[in-house]
């Protein structure tokens, strides 16, 4: 007897499952375990995996009206970006340019640039051009194979802009077959207004801002959504971090940091102490903290496109993190000043070489770990039973080639809860 479903992926040469390990992230030592299954075939009914095996059992056992075929290719989860700044208006190409002709990072700032430059065309902007905007970088991320962004604010750093762009990215939610998940990012940098009183401005954001984002949430967000701060020299102290956390944590808002970016503050000590989902960043990361964060369940999100995008050689301490089985994600950092890079893709590229990992080490980081870094390993991340069908056919013969090869995209077909919604023209 053969059951009906919706959709039958056939014909996948190499299936990477990428399990959980004991319902959690694969750590440490363990990182890597891609579960490869040879000659598969997936059976995918109401958007979910119903059925993984050998394919001539699968077409024994289910029929489907729908039949995607890879062509003896690749096949894994779709990837997800869990560090992102999606939602701006305008570009600072000309800083880059700056930069290239050996300005510091102050003399741009001094010349208007920054953060603050964004923050003051994101706050012209209206919603719909800030959806349109954050649009085009979703469509090309799905091109690129991912299928799960979280997206910060950030760029407001006031009540109606930073509101705004909560609302930009609920109505994407809804309207692009990305799933999104969104941060709260009000401790992003100190806005012009408050320039010569950080801690006024912390006090603005947690009398009034973080209750107004609450309020929003109550009424338009079921889902989880986060907090999160830039404890760093130049943006915020480890004691304004902390009032910002335990404001955060009084309203029930899990938390998430950017830390040891340049200089490490104790900001990630803090974060694993408070339970915070994830620490970002760290590049200047302590031998303590490290060892911190291995003994905890806090995510180590690590972001190689942003020293790339600085032309900076920092690397996070990669071989103690995995020593002390810490688990370990990546992400893009998709943003205006140091990184606009939507492909995960060349992140996981990029990891492979400065950051040392294995292929199967980096696509594990960047699939089932940075799920379980949004709190969604349990529907996405992985190739299992049960789980949404988000899946990416690779024009490759094996996976490997994921981190040897970089800069061209290397997508066949994106397929997102059992539904095509991406496919290369090619010409094979
Ligand atoms: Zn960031």
């Known amino acids: 007897m053969t059951n009906q479903v919706d959709l039958i992926v056939d014909q996948i040469g190499q299936l990477c499952t990428i399990p959980a390990h004991e319902h959690g992230p694969q750590r440490g030592a ?86 603050n430059r964004t923050v003051r065309q994101t706050r012209s902007a209206s919603l719909l051009g800030l959806m349109e905007a954050t649009k085009a970088r979703l469509d090309r991320m799905l091109e690129y194979g991912t299928t799960t962004v979280e997206i910060k604010t950030g760029y407001g750093l006031d009540l109606s802009t930073e509101l705004a762009m909560l609302s930009a990215i609920a109505l994407l939610d809804a309207e692009h077959p990305i799933d999104l998940v969104p941060t709260f990012l009000g401790a992003h940098a100190v806005p ?15 009398q009034h801002v973080l209750p107004a984002v609450v309020a929003w949430k109550q009424e338009h967000w079921p889902g989880v959504l986060y907090c999160d701060a830039f404890c760093e020299n130049g943006a915020f102290t480890l ?48 031998p303590e903290d490290a060892a911190r964060l291995g003994a905890s369940d806090t995510v180590a999100i690590l972001l190689p496109a942003t020293p790339f995008g600085l032309n900076i050689t920092n ?22 000043g140091t990184a606009w890079c939507e492909s995960t893709q060349m992140v996981l590229a990029l990891a492979t070489r400065t950051l040392k990992l294995t292929t199967a080490q980096a696509l594990a980081a960047t699939t089932i770990n940075a799920a379980y870094a949004l709190d969604k390993g349990d529907q996405v991340g992985s190739l299992e039973v049960g789980k949404q069908a988000d899946l990416v056919i690779w024009d490759i ?32």
């Open 30 to 115: 363990k990182l890597g375990d891609l579960g490869i299954r040879e000659n598969a075939a997936i059976a995918v009914t109401g958007g979910k995996i119903v059925a993984i095996g050998r394919r001539d059992t699968i077409l024994e056992e289910y029929a489907a009206e729908t039949r995607v075929t890879a062509r003896g290719k690749v096949v894994t989860p779709g990837f997800v970006d869990p560090h992102t700044h999606l939602v701006w208006m305008g570009d600072r190409a000309d800083e880059f340019e700056m930069r290239a002709k050996g300005a510091t990072y102050s003399e741009i700032m001094a010349a208007g640039g920054g953060i």
């Open 192 to 206: 012009p207004e408050y320039a010569s009183q950080p801690d006024q401005y912390v006090e603005f954001l947690i």
């Open 239 to 286: 004691d304004q971090t902390r009032r910002i956390f335990d404001a955060a944590r009084s309203f029930g808002l899990p938390l998430r940091l950017h830390a040891d970016e340049f200089e490490s503050l104790g900001g990630t000590a803090l974060a694993v102490e408070m339970g915070a989902r994830s620490v970002d960043h760290l590049l200047a990361t302590t």
């Open 315 to 336: 690397t996070a301490p990669i071989k103690l993190l995995l020593a002390h089985n810490a688990a370990i994600a990546l992400a893009t950092d998709c943003n205006p």
């Open 397 to 428: 013969p094996d996976f490997r080639h994921l981190g040897y090869r970089f800069g061209a995209n290397l997508v066949s077909t994106v397929i997102k809860r059992g539904s095509v919604v991406f496919e290369q023209n090619l010409n094979t």
